[in-house]
């Protein structure tokens, strides 16, 4: 069985799928924040404005985690956790819930990295050991 670097196949970077599912994950946390902030709204004030910048987020996380493999997309998720911090103005859980996220996203972006990087250097290791 040869494991030249023309027989393996391509894998996806740990770092992408991890930023991408923390994304996917958030475009959720954006919902069901906009279904709070509709709750939370005063009697005969616009709906539109809450679900335009509920709907703007989630299509930015959207964006982000389908650019994840890219640095542009790593900055467009990184602004996408500070957004999620700052919506805690108008829905205050956000606050909590937008640091936690941040957090899981800081751990992603390093945890991914590591994985990717011992992941090269095993795949070198095995291409010195089977030319």
């Given at each position: ?32 924040a906009a279904l709070v902030a509709f709750g939370l709204r005063e009697p005969g004030t616009s709906v539109g ?59 992603a972006l390093v945890l991914g990295r590591r994985i990717d990087q011992e992941r090269a250097e095993r795949e ?8």
């Amino acid at each position: 069985m040869s494991s030249s670097p023309a027989a393996r196949p391509r894998r996806r970077s740990a770092r992408a799928v991890l930023c991408s599912a923390v994304l996917t994950f958030e475009v959720f946390v954006v919902l069901f924040a906009a279904l709070v902030a509709f709750g939370l709204r005063e009697p005969g004030t616009s709906v539109g404005p809450i679900w335009g910048v509920a709907g703007g987020l989630a299509l930015l996380c959207v964006v982000a985690a389908g650019l994840v493999r890219r640095p542009s997309g790593i900055w467009l998720g990184s602004a996408v956790q500070l957004l999620l911090i700052a919506s805690g103005v108008v829905v205050p859980t956000m606050f909590v819930m937008g640091t936690v996220f941040a957090a899981i996203w800081v751990v992603a972006l390093v945890l991914g990295r590591r994985i990717d990087q011992e992941r090269a250097e095993r795949e070198a290791v095995e291409d010195r050991l089977n030319p």
